[in-house]
């Protein structure tokens, strides 16, 4: 693979704390591991209208469960015979969950969209849970292994209330970007792109879910107020 180099198979790192009085003992031709992170982006303010009015209601976001083999800080990557693998010596700044919830929460907080958004250890009680499940958050190489890869990113979200567990919403936020050279910096900045896409999607639809949510709930309250009472 050209300008990038992969592992042969996604295996685990088994690091070696040595004490200080036997550092000189261990020596490691390995090159140095380059850490990686995303940033949440601002949505653009449309000057030429009105922003929705925010949502009178608290959200949590569950720490995100993730699809097989993407549970990991490695930045992964599909070859084009459906199998995972890792980019060498580069790794997220944590794990792709842990990765994924704090832009989640971060690009909901910038929304200004809400009440408040809380994040999966907050001791605060919310109106609604927001559950991510991540499909996709890797280097699709399936156009062939010299060819830059296309970043994809696809989560599953489920939005329900706080209390009883309602399922208020179900939807998937999606963003896809094209690499523009076969380079780790190239691949990392795609991620970018596409993360922010999805990010962007998700934080769009909740908004638009809960909204719905708070419509319907005064013609609900007057239907059941309506009812006749059943005799004993």
């Excluded at 990686?36 to 949505?43: C, D, E, G, I, K």
């Excluded at 958004?117 to 499909?135: G, M, N, T, V, W």
Aim: charge should be neutral.
């Amino acid at each position: 693979m050209r300008g990038l180099r992969c592992w042969r198979c996604v295996a685990p790192v088994l690091m070696v704390l040595a004490p200080g009085g036997c550092s000189s003992l261990l020596h490691s031709d390995a090159p140095p591991v380059q850490v990686y992170t995303l940033r949440a982006v601002p949505a653009p303010s449309d000057s030429g209208s009105d922003p929705p009015a925010a949502v009178a209601a608290s959200l949590r976001v569950a720490h995100p469960l993730a699809g097989p083999g993407l549970g990991t800080s490695q930045i992964v990557l599909l070859q084009p015979d459906h199998r995972l693998n890792v980019y060498a010596a580069s790794a997220w700044a944590a794990d792709a969950p842990a990765l994924i919830e704090s832009l989640a929460v971060e690009t909901l907080r910038e929304s200004n969209q809400w009440r408040s958004i809380e994040d999966a250890e907050s001791p605060f009680p919310s109106d609604y849970l927001l559950q991510i499940s991540i499909r996709r958050f890797d280097a699709d190489y399936s156009g062939g292994k010299d060819a830059a890869p296309t970043v994809r990113v696809t989560l599953d979200c489920t939005v329900g209330k706080e209390e009883g567990r309602d399922i208020v919403a179900t939807f998937t936020a999606s963003g896809a970007a094209v690499a523009s050279a076969n380079r780790l910096g190239d691949v990392v900045a795609a991620f970018q792109q596409a993360t922010d896409a999805a990010m962007s999607s998700l934080s769009q639809q909740t908004a638009a879910a809960m909204r719905r949510s708070a419509a319907n709930a005064p013609a609900d309250a007057r239907s059941a107020t309506a009812r006749p009472a059943r005799s004993p």
